[in-house]
T-cell receptor, first 112, second 116 residues
Framework: LAKTTQPISMDSYEGQEVNITCSHN???????ITWYQQFPSQGPRFIIQ???TKVTNEVASLFIPADRKSSTLSLPRVSLSDTAVYYC?????????????FGQGTTLQVKP | DAGVIQSPRHEVTEMGQEVTLRCKPI?????LFWYRQTMMRGLELLIY????????DSGMPEDRFSAKMPNASFSTLKIQPSEPRDSAVYFC??????????????FGQGTRLTVV
C-alpha cells in the first residue's frame, strides 16, 4: 500500500500562494495522485487528481515530477476560506481505484 | 442530485445500545465507502462496497461493527453493542464507476456519534 507523507501543518497569509508537498516514494505505475480538502464539520471534498506533469483546474494546480515520488498542490492567492485540512492520496497499487486511504493530512491556516 | 445523504446527523446513545447509521449514495454511483474520523486516528476507511457487494472490510475494528448494502440506494453501518470508544464522526461516501482511474468520491455531511 503506497504511503504518503506530508507536513502536519502550514501557515500562510491571505493573497499568498501556498504549496503543499506530498511524498509517495512507493507509488505504483498505475497509481494516480489525488488531493482532497476538508473543512471543519464537513466531509472531505475532491480537489484535483493527476498522473504526471501538471494538472490545473479552477481551484488548484498539481505538479508531479517525472519520477512521481512526490507531488505538490499549489493554491494560488489563498483566502481565509482556504483554511482546511488537505489530504494527499495515492492508489493502493492494485489498480483498484475504489479504495481511498487518507493519511494525516496537512492543516493549512490562512491568516489575515 | 442532493448528494450523499446521511442520517442521523447527530446521535447520542448509552453504552451497550445498538446504533444504526444510514446512508443514501448518489444515484448511479457504484462505490460506497464508510469512514470513521477521530482526532487520534484521523480518517479511517472501515469498509467499502462495489455494486452492493462488500469488497474490503479489513478496516472494520471489531465484530461489533457490521455494514450492509441491500440495494444501490441504501447502506447501513451498525454497531452493537456500542462503546464510548466508538464515539467519532462517521462519513459515508460514494463514487461513480471507476473509468480512467477517477478517484473522486463524494462525501456526506457525516454522523456525529457520542456514546456515553
Amino acid at each position: 500500500l503506497a504511503k504518503t507523507t506530508q507536513p502536519i501543518s502550514m501557515d500562510s497569509y491571505e493573497g499568498q500562494e501556498v504549496n503543499i508537498t506530498c511524498s509517495h516514494n512507493n507509488i505504483a505505475t498505475n497509481d494516480y495522485i489525488t488531493w482532497y480538502q476538508q473543512f471543519p464539520s464537513q466531509g472531505p471534498r475532491f480537489i484535483i487528481q493527476g498522473y504526471k506533469t501538471k494538472v490545473t483546474n479552477e481551484v488548484a494546480s498539481l505538479f508531479i515530477p517525472a519520477d512521481r515520488k512526490s507531488s505538490t498542490l499549489s493554491l494560488p492567492r489563498v483566502s481565509l476560506s482556504d483554511t482546511a485540512v488537505y489530504y494527499c492520496l495515492v492508489g493502493d497499487g492494485s489498480g483498484n481505484t475504489g479504495k481511498l486511504i487518507f493519511g494525516q493530512g496537512t492543516t493549512l491556516q490562512v491568516k489575515p | 442530485d442532493a448528494g450523499v445523504i446521511q442520517s442521523p446527523r447527530h446521535e447520542v446513545t448509552e453504552m451497550g445500545q445498538e446504533v444504526t447509521l444510514r446512508c443514501k449514495p448518489i444515484s448511479g454511483h457504484d462505490y460506497l465507502f464508510w469512514y470513521r474520523q477521530t482526532m487520534m486516528r484521523g480518517l479511517e476507511l472501515l469498509i467499502y462496497f462495489n455494486n452492493n457487494v462488500p469488497i474490503d472490510d479489513s478496516g472494520m475494528p471489531e465484530d461489533r461493527f457490521s455494514a450492509k448494502m441491500p440495494n444501490a440506494s441504501f447502506s447501513t453501518l451498525k454497531i452493537q453493542p456500542s462503546e464510548p470508544r466508538d464515539s467519532a464522526v462517521y462519513f459515508c461516501a460514494s463514487s461513480p464507476p471507476a473509468a480512467g482511474s477517477t478517484d473522486e468520491a463524494f462525501f456526506g455531511q457525516g454522523t456525529r456519534l457520542t456514546v456515553v
